[in-house]
């Protein structure tokens, strides 16, 4: 764990910091080939952070030409993975060496809690370029059962250029979760920040060619979805995209797939995460105080975020007061002041996305159990709206803000019903004191990572990824993500004496 800093301490940090604005190309910093800047925001404050590269399709060629050539002259891909883990685990020393830069500059741009950057959002970018970087020469191909007459290998090879289209609520950590494993498996990759959040992704790939990371293996295009992500899913010449954001634009993707060149594409898409509380739980305190984590973490910014507690009906009211008990320690405010476990909303924009939900539920007449206060336009406190039925928005759709929807349920069948009542299946959490319960709802709720009496979504050895439309083609974390980044080639060698017509199958 990094040492905390004080609130004074993360504030001398952020007046002292040299922001980068401009997008990161074959080993150097450039401007946008049209000039053209937008600005980007602290969204806790409105302060001006930096005029940053407003980039384009001109940019994107570009960079894939420098990372196409990067790849074919085999600069990167060429060198033997211990090599690559080398370099890599000295980009991980380096991220550790700049981890109160990395955090406040996380903090700053995005509006999240300094406490959260420093505690979960840095380490944790840090262990995954440290635990891809030691897997990749622990990797074995594989020989096929072929028998005597040949032998058949089957090889894993780089996919070759690799878009990284990335959301804004964990900048730093979904940079780590695509480019940990491509560029360990010797991708070269476009990182395309969103426009809210670009700062960590422009420095820590210029800590990666510091650390020796070749110049057109890792480039950061900044700008929009339209001007920048389109013609990466669009381009003849990427290879894949791995993308983490909303479920539309993960549509967009595969899309441009089959309008373009094929390429693979893996999403990471939504959720609308149940937290199923049965009235056999052992320890409604510790289920108490993991519903609030799992909703309000990240102001509720997650794909992963417990959305719907559903509840038995039993133990409802005594659940929702100890829940009331834990919220107390959720203070909201200034993102710098590690006192704070609750920051600003990414953008104004946001904030009315969000707010919309508070209004629907007074709309629908809706008991606000605890929170439902707003402030500055960027700020909603922790919130718990009681009796959602299904056909509620707020039972439907992801909210990405600190709003927990709470239903009841009294059998068993009920629950995984109203468990799987989405289109969604991404994470889940179930809460109960009996073994049986707890594997049958494991096995019975649709979703890709479900975690007993915990909030969580596992760690690096485990992989991450949703059912139906929360996500598509692959996992990240883990070995399995690898897998996202490679093509399997089967190497057939005949070393019999048989004829053509007796080897043909
Ligand atoms: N699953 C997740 O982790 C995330 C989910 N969301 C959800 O999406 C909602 C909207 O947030 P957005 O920032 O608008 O997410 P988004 O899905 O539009 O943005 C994600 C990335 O895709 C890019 N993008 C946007 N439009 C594109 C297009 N037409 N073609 C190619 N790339 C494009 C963006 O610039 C960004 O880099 C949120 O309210 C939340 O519900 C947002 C971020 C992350
Ligand atoms: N919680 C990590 C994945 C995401 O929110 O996008």
């Known amino acids: 764990m990094h040492e905390p800093l004080t609130a004074a301490e993360y504030r001398a940090i952020a007046a002292g910091l040299q922001l980068p604005a401009n997008a990161f190309i074959d080993g150097a910093f450039r401007p946008a080939s049209s000039g053209k800047t937008y ?18 399709g001109t940019d994107v060629d570009f960079a894939v030409g420098k990372a196409r050539e990067a790849f074919d002259d085999g600069r990167w891909r060429l060198r033997s993975p211990g090599e690559r883990k080398e370099v890599l685990l000295r980009l991980a020393r380096l991220l550790e060496r700049n981890r ?6 996380e903090s700053l741009d995005s509006g999240k809690p300094v406490r959260e950057c420093q505690t979960v959002d840095v380490p944790d970018t840090i262990h995954t370029i440290r635990w891809h970087a030691e897997l990749i020469d622990k990797l074995y191909d594989n020989t096929a059962p072929v028998g005597a007459n040949a032998l058949a290998m089957v090889v894993r090879e780089p996919i070759g250029v690799v878009g990284c289209v990335l959301p804004w609520n964990f900048p730093l950590l979904m940079l780590a979760w695509k480019i940990g494993p491509a560029l360990a498996s010797g991708c070269s990759v476009i990182v395309k920040p969103a426009q809210e959040t670009t700062l960590t992704a422009l420095r820590v790939a210029e800590l990666a060619h510091e650390a020796g990371v070749p110049a057109g293996v890792f480039n950061v295009v900044t700008g929009g979805g339209k001007e920048v992500g389109e013609p990466i899913g669009m381009h003849m010449d990427v290879d894949m995209v791995a993308f983490t954001g909303s479920t539309p634009t993960g549509r967009r993707f595969l899309r441009y797939a089959a309008d373009s060149n094929l390429k693979k594409i893996v999403l990471e898409c939504g959720g609308k995460n149940p937290a199923v509380v049965l009235d056999d739980a052992e320890d409604l305190d510790l289920a108490a105080e993991q519903v609030v984590n799992g909703a309000f973490w990240n102001m509720g910014e997650n794909c992963s975020a417990t959305s719907r507690l559903i509840v038995h009906a039993k133990v409802k009211d005594e659940l929702l007061k100890r829940i009331g008990a834990y919220m107390r320690e959720w203070k909201t405010g200034d993102p ?15 904030f009315d996305k969000v707010n919309s939900f508070l209004e629907e539920a007074k709309k629908e007449k809706l008991n606000v159990a605890h929170g439902g206060g707003t402030r500055d336009g960027v700020f909603i406190e922790p919130t718990v709206v009681e009796g959602v039925t299904p056909s509620s928005r707020l039972f439907q759709e992801e909210i990405f803000g600190p709003i927990l929807s709470v239903t009841t349920f009294s059998t068993l069948a009920e629950a995984v019903a109203l468990a799987n009542d989405t289109n969604y299946g991404l994470t889940a959490s179930v809460y109960t004191g009996s ?4 594997i049958r709802l494991s096995r019975e709720i649709r979703a890709g990572v479900v975690t007993v009496n915990c909030f969580g979504e596992g ?28 093509e399997l080639k089967t190497i057939w060698i005949d070393i019999s004496d048989r004829s053509v017509d007796e080897t043909i199958r």
């Open 336 to 350: 710098l002041d590690p006192e704070n476990r609750v920051g600003a909303l990414v953008s104004k924009s946001h």
């Open 459 to 486: 760690d690096a050895t485990t992989p991450f990824g949703g059912y139906g439309e929360s996500g598509f083609g692959g996992r990240d974390k883990s070995v399995f993500a690898h897998d996202n980044y490679c």
């Open 39 to 56: 600005t980007s925001t602290n969204p806790a404050t409105g302060e001006v952070l930096a005029e940053i590269a407003d980039c384009d």
């Open 435 to 438: 073994l049986r319960n707890a």
């Open 100 to 105: 109160h830069e990395l955090t406040v500059m």
